[in-house]
């Protein structure tokens, strides 16, 4: 059998397609690993890289195209709606195929070292690779963002796992971690008014004592002149239609409205299944019988 993980490094570049393009290429330059999905957003201004393979392969393939990264964006210029700390911005290894978390997190600490060595780059192990309880959580260390964690890098309890405490000059720092898989999906609200996509975010994230594995923020679409919930979801843990029903629930307390929901990168079949079933109302329905890929 096959031993498969997934990479989905964030990359802090939405709108240069030259760039993104110079990443994507060095994302799909080694053999054993393929990018099956970028997801760019201009408002956030970051792109999604989806690459997946052997664990060799993976790693070598996101070690390219975070230098593709260092080399080509400069975080003294960056503007985004969406929280980050550099140029490489969070970047979870997933299982896939016949590897445990417990490999993934040593596959994390090769990857980080080298980047730290190699690049320059500090780098801050979350989640399941988190060497202490207080990086656990990814927006434990976003939250000063890519501004305030300049000031400060160099005081012992922001020391980073990888890499001297000092911020690249151009690429900031690069959060790095290991998880099972997740949903990022986005809901957009009928208004600007982001104080209002920030406390139906806080409704159901895990932080504030909502579902395990929810992850939420509320933010301001400036283009759109709308708001989202911006969501990271454990399908297997809350079915994304419970997320948007709740977020419908929640916005009408406010006498606003889901005008639109979109999916960032890769969803698994099973997920849009359980919407269908869901919203289609379906009734003695056998999907393993009964959808037509499944059966060929």
């Given at each position: 059998?096959?031993?498969?993980?997934?990479?989905?490094?964030?990359?802090?570049?939405?709108?240069?397609?030259?760039?993104?393009?110079?990443?994507?290429?060095?994302?799909?330059?080694?053999?054993?690993?393929?990018?099956?999905?970028?997801?760019?957003?201009?408002?956030?201004?970051?792109?999604?890289?989806?690459?997946?393979?052997?664990?060799?392969?993976?790693?070598?393939?996101?070690?390219?195209?975070?230098?593709?990264?260092?080399?080509?964006?400069?975080?003294?210029?960056?503007k985004?709606?969406?929280?980050?700390?550099g140029?490489?911005d969070a970047?979870?290894?997933?299982?896939v195929?016949?590897?445990?978390?417990?490999?993934?997190?040593?596959?994390?600490?090769?990857?980080?070292?080298?980047?730290?060595?190699?690049?320059?780059?500090?780098?801050?192990?979350?989640?399941?690779?988190?060497?202490?309880?207080?990086?656990?959580?990814?927006?434990?260390?976003?939250?000063?963002?890519?501004?305030?964690?300049?000031?400060?890098?160099?005081?012992p309890?922001?020391?980073?796992?990888?890499?001297?405490?000092?911020?690249?000059?151009?690429?900031?720092?690069?959060?790095?971690?290991?998880?099972?898989?997740?949903?990022?999906?986005?809901?957009?609200?009928?208004?600007?008014?982001?104080?209002?996509?920030?406390?139906?975010?806080?409704?159901?994230?895990?932080?504030?004592?909502?579902?395990?594995?929810?992850?939420?923020?509320?933010?301001?679409?400036?283009?759109?002149?709308?708001?989202?919930?911006?969501?990271?979801?454990?399908?297997?843990?809350?079915?994304?239609?419970?997320?948007?029903?709740?977020?419908?629930?929640?916005?009408?307390?406010?006498?606003?409205?889901?005008?639109?929901?979109e999916?960032?990168?890769?969803?698994?079949?099973?997920?849009?299944?359980?919407c269908?079933?869901?919203?289609?109302?379906?009734?003695?329905?056998?999907?393993?019988?009964?959808?037509?890929?499944?059966?060929?």
């Amino acid at each position: 059998m096959a031993r498969i993980i997934e990479c989905i490094p964030n990359f802090s570049e939405g709108k240069n397609q030259k760039v993104i393009d110079e990443i994507s290429r060095a994302a799909s330059s080694v053999e054993g690993a393929s990018l099956i999905n970028v997801n760019v957003d201009p408002a956030y201004n970051r792109c999604v890289h989806t690459i997946i393979g052997e664990p060799e392969a993976v790693l070598e393939a996101t070690f390219r195209a975070c230098k593709a990264a260092v080399k080509n964006i400069d975080m003294n210029y960056h503007k985004g709606e969406h929280p980050r700390i550099g140029a490489i911005d969070a970047s979870p290894i997933v299982p896939v195929e016949d590897v445990t978390l417990e490999e993934c997190v040593e596959f994390a600490k090769l990857l980080g070292q080298r980047i730290a060595n190699e690049l320059d780059v500090p780098v801050y192990l979350y989640e399941k690779a988190a060497q202490c309880p207080q990086r656990i959580k990814l927006q434990n260390i976003r939250h000063p963002e890519y501004e305030g964690l300049l000031e400060l890098i160099d005081k012992p309890e922001w020391k980073p796992d990888f890499g001297n405490p000092k911020m690249h000059p151009t690429a900031g720092a690069m959060p790095l971690g290991v998880r099972g898989p997740l949903i990022a999906f986005n809901i957009t609200l009928n208004t600007p008014d982001v104080h209002i996509a920030k406390k139906i975010a806080q409704s159901f994230r895990e932080a504030k004592g909502g579902y395990t594995d929810a992850r939420a923020i509320g933010v301001y679409i400036p283009g759109k002149n709308v708001c989202q919930v911006s969501c990271m979801i454990n399908y297997k843990v809350v079915p994304l239609y419970r997320i948007i029903e709740m977020v419908r629930s929640e916005a009408r307390r406010y006498g606003l409205s889901i005008i639109g929901t979109e999916v960032c990168g890769m969803i698994p079949r099973e997920a849009l299944m359980d919407c269908c079933e869901y919203y289609m109302q379906l009734e003695n329905f056998d999907r393993r019988k009964q959808v037509l890929e499944e059966l060929l």
